[in-house]
Nanobody
Framework: QVQLVESGGGLVQAGGSLRLSCEGS????????MGWFRQAPGKEREFVAG????????QYADSVKGRFTISRDNAKNTVLLQMNSLTPEDTAVYYC???????????????????WGQGTQVTVSA
């Protein structure tokens, strides 16, 4: 069992930066592939970024490539999402998710994730 808690959301002006953190509990955290998703009002939850258990491979949605960076520190049971050059279109609730397996599958497929956090709100003003 893995429990996930996100933090770091808030209000920021367009062009600004935020860093989201996802802290996981459970002995298997370091063997979980992880992902970040987001959901804007009235829209479906969408993939943002994914990372394998070691941090050696990452994947990003086209909309955030070059602006967002996902990383992890298994010693601290933490996955980070550094978000730069934010735009109002990035406004959403951001969710951290974990797979039971360390790698593989399709990172953008939310059905492949077994554990979810409660989400943290990110609001970008124009």
């Amino acid at each position: 069992q893995v429990q996930l808690v996100e933090s770091g959301g808030g209000l920021v002006q367009a062009g600004g930066s935020l860093r989201l953190s996802c802290e996981g509990s459970g002995r298997t955290f370091s063997s979980n592939a992880m992902g970040w998703f987001r959901q804007a009002p009235g829209k479906e939850r969408e993939f943002v970024a994914g990372i394998i258990w070691s941090g050696g491979i990452t994947q990003y949605a086209d909309s955030v490539k070059g602006r967002f960076t996902i990383s992890r520190d298994n010693a601290k049971n933490t996955v980070l999402l550094q978000m730069n050059s934010l735009t109002p279109e990035d406004t959403a609730v951001y969710y951290c998710a974990a797979k039971r397996r360390p790698f593989g599958g399709t990172y953008a497929n939310l059905d492949e994730y077994d554990y979810w956090g409660q989400g943290t709100q990110v609001t970008v003003s124009a």
